[in-house]
């Protein structure tokens, strides 16, 4: 996936022009932070699951090298086996062997935003194997060819006739000519098309939200129950996850499942929630024979012991998305690349680069909304700014940025002279704002006036009136 | 406004941290300020030696430059009682943020903690220190009042700035749908990316019209200076103040920006 993050004022700007688009957001804005709302409100208990979830993230961090190995361990008694790999390259070939291996014309998928992490569709179709998305969000964003643009709500950007206008093209070859206004006949579409893929499938790739040290378990969550028809049907089963998804036991994912859907749509729980471990067993009735686990590093275990380690606690919910003003206004795509929000602003730069990615983390007022309603407590905001902590270290951000501050705090630094521009400065641009008081226009402040004015000071300095006695 | 301890020994001695913001764009609001502490019962110093609290560089990474500043503030404040601003941004900064500056320096470290316990946002010091339930202001008309972002997540500041606006004869308080939501001013965000600052503030101008107030409140200059300004750019007539300016008395001069009559625009 072409990476566009440099670009993110551009990206905004066009955001910002697209009428559809902002009729989404403005409907996601409102939507999933009331249910939230609801509820965690109608759950006395919220705050302290928060806690409980919070500490068992932090203890499997701290103990991270231990709960992997036990998951193995377990993994390899049902039958299965679990991939380490580095990076997203490795990842991506392991996958592809594992679908040769099984002889694989195509592979069905549940949502993983590991997959899209590694770019695991464009590997698999460049190699000869169809990657068939069966999450519908997926599904849409996948014939159109393009990246999610939220964690949980792929597809939201989409409206129904740009989705109605997607089958049209991509389902003619399925036999079906008719162009479809409805919803739920634009659903029931996507389900006939995906069922007979799931039964094609050869192999069926899924995330997981949690992997459990204990049994060697994974937990999917889903609204459609495409994750168990991936993951049941087709004879391999390849589970894709981040290796900070384990958890030491069954309890401990329960209890951080209840703070999950709460905080991703308001739901007390999610539709569908499978507890699932290795393939088939011998008198099982289905499921597959061979079930492998590629477990994602790429950069993760660099964070632990560090400043960004708690960005590790991350359950993938978007509550920090559907709160975010920024994520508000212009949408996940303009973030470019795979994860958006607060938690993409601050794991963006870990996984592609600070150079890459530095807009991200400066894209937020530090509203602080993000860290409130975290389930997991990540305290976002803080992260942000270590990354603009590390972009002032190594002098990435512009010349002219860098000067400005650095004259900026010399001036704070010696209360004297700071105390003469300030008088001066008031008495200046009060002269410009004359008698409305309003500057329009100011050299050097566009990014100000451009739309808004500038409130013209009173003329005199707090510091000037108070030394001449005034009270 | 009766003195809550007459006696001037009891009298704590505050210093007033008056904000770049307010010493540079209005003044009105520090003396408002200042005002405010004395009723209730407060001595209050302005030291000279402020500037800024340090958060323009803390806040673009540069912590070397947000560490001296800080050095510098608690230098100049560590002799009162207690320090108090007419913001929730800069009181934010002093009392959850310098403590976390200095972690790497134990000496410097202890110095902070005990700093930050002392210093307070203007309103809240007022009501969840001084015990201060009623002003004696007057002010005719409806105003809406703005949550300050830091003020609101990092300090708790929502009721007390409204229970002291209700004890004011005249004044209706109206509230902002979507209260919650920053305004988009952000610091250098609003210069930074000024496209998605004006969305921000334009979804704020918009729901704070809806209300009807002819007044916008909020305890930040930051917020204010980005609402009034972008409703003086919409030729609103809602006039802007700080919080202090109308529980002081001292709402009688200019408005933030201009003043924009219904039949102007």
């Known amino acids: 996936m072409q990476i566009t993050t440099p670009q993110f004022s551009a990206n905004a700007k066009d955001a910002l022009a697209d009428k559809d688009l902002q009729m989404a957001l403005a409907k996601l804005r409102a939507g999933f932070t009331a249910r939230r709302g609801k509820a965690t409100d109608r759950l006395p208990e919220f705050d302290a699951l928060c806690d409980q979830a919070r500490a068992i993230k932090d203890h499997v961090l701290a103990n991270l090298d231990d709960y992997l190995v036990r998951f193995e361990a377990k993994v390899i008694e049902c039958g299965g086996q679990v991939h380490w790999c580095v990076d997203a390259a490795e990842a991506r070939d392991v996958v592809l062997a594992l679908c040769r291996d099984a002889g694989a014309k195509s592979a069905t998928k549940s949502k993983s935003m590991i997959a899209e992490e590694i770019a695991l569709n464009d590997h698999l179709e460049a190699h000869g194997i169809e990657p068939i998305e069966t999450d519908l969000g997926e599904y849409i964003i996948q014939l159109a060819g393009e990246p999610p643009s939220h964690i949980i709500a792929p597809a939201i950007h989409k409206t129904k006739d740009s989705i109605a206008d997607l089958f049209v093209k991509h389902h003619a070859k399925y036999g079906f000519d008719q162009r479809q206004d409805e919803a739920s006949a634009l659903l029931e579409e996507a389900r006939q098309v995906l069922r007979s893929k799931y039964f094609e499938a050869d192999v069926g790739i899924t995330g997981a939200n949690f992997l459990v040290a204990e049994n060697g378990s994974i937990v999917t969550v889903t609204n459609e129950g495409n994750a168990e028809l991936t993951q049941i049907l087709p004879d391999t089963h390849i589970v894709i996850a981040s290796l900070e998804k384990v958890v030491p036991t069954l309890e401990d994912a329960t209890t951080i499942l209840r703070v999950l859907a709460r905080s991703a749509t308001g739901q007390e729980f999610s539709s569908y929630t499978t507890f699932s471990a290795g393939g088939r067993r011998d008198g099982d009735l289905d499921g597959p024979s061979a079930f492998h686990v590629v477990l994602l590093d790429n950069g993760r275990s660099a964070m632990l012991g560090g400043e960004f380690q708690d960005m590790l606690r991350c359950i993938r919910c978007g509550a920090c998305l559907n709160h975010c003003p920024i994520y508000g206004a212009v949408g996940g795509h303009a973030y470019g690349w795979v994860y958006s929000g607060p938690m993409g602003a601050v794991l963006t730069p870990q996984l592609i680069g600070i150079e890459a990615a530095g807009n991200l983390p400066n894209a937020s007022t530090f509203c602080g909304r993000c860290e409130e309603v975290c389930p997991m407590r990540i305290p976002l905001p803080k992260m942000m700014r270590h990354w603009r902590e590390r972009e002032f270290e190594t002098r990435l951000q512009p010349a002219v940025s860098r000067l400005g501050l650095a004259l900026w705090s010399w001036f704070a630094r010696h209360p004297t002279a700071y105390g003469l521009v300030a008088r001066l400065a008031a008495w200046g641009l009060n002269r410009v704002g004359g008698r409305n008081r309003r500057i329009g226009w100011l050299p050097g402040a566009q990014g100000w006036t451009a739309d808004r004015d500038l409130p013209a000071p009173e003329g005199k300095s707090f510091r000037a009136l108070w030394a001449a006695g005034k009270r | ?265």
């Open chain 2, 1 to 265: 406004m009766t003195d809550l301890s007459p006696n001037l020994q009891d009298q704590p001695r505050v210093g007033l941290f008056v904000t770049c913001l307010a010493d540079l764009f209005r003044p009105s609001v520090g003396f408002a300020a200042a005002r405010l502490l004395e009723q209730a019962g407060c001595r209050v110093e302005a030291p000279l030696a402020q500037t800024c609290c340090g958060q323009p560089a803390y806040n673009s990474g540069d912590r070397a430059s947000a560490k001296a500043i800080a050095a510098q503030v608690i230098d100049a404040f560590e002799s009162f009682d207690y320090v108090v601003a007419p913001s929730g941004s800069c009181a934010g900064m002093l009392r959850r943020h310098y403590p976390a500056l200095f972690a790497d320096d134990k000496a410097m470290a202890a110095r902070a903690e005990d700093f930050a316990g002392r210093c307070w946002e203007l309103v809240s010091f007022l009501y969840d220190v001084r015990g201060v339930r009623r002003v004696e202001a007057s002010f005719d008309g409806a105003v809406a009042y703005h949550d300050a972002c830091a003020g609101l997540r990092e300090l708790g500041i929502a009721e007390q700035p409204r229970a002291l606006l209700a004890s004011i004869d005249g004044l209706t308080l109206k509230e902002v749908a979507a209260g919650e939501t920053c305004c988009g001013f952000g610091g250098l965000f609003a210069v930074k990316y000024p496209d998605i600052s004006i969305h921000m503030v334009s979804n704020k101008t918009a729901a704070i019209t809806d209300t009807g107030a002819q007044t916008l409140l909020a305890g930040d200059l930051g917020c204010l200076m980005n609402i009034a300004g972008r409703l003086s750019r919409e030729g609103s007539p809602i006039r802007v103040r700080h919080v202090a300016e109308v529980l002081a008395g001292m709402a009688d001069g200019p408005a933030i920006g201009p003043e924009i009559n219904k039949g102007d625009r």
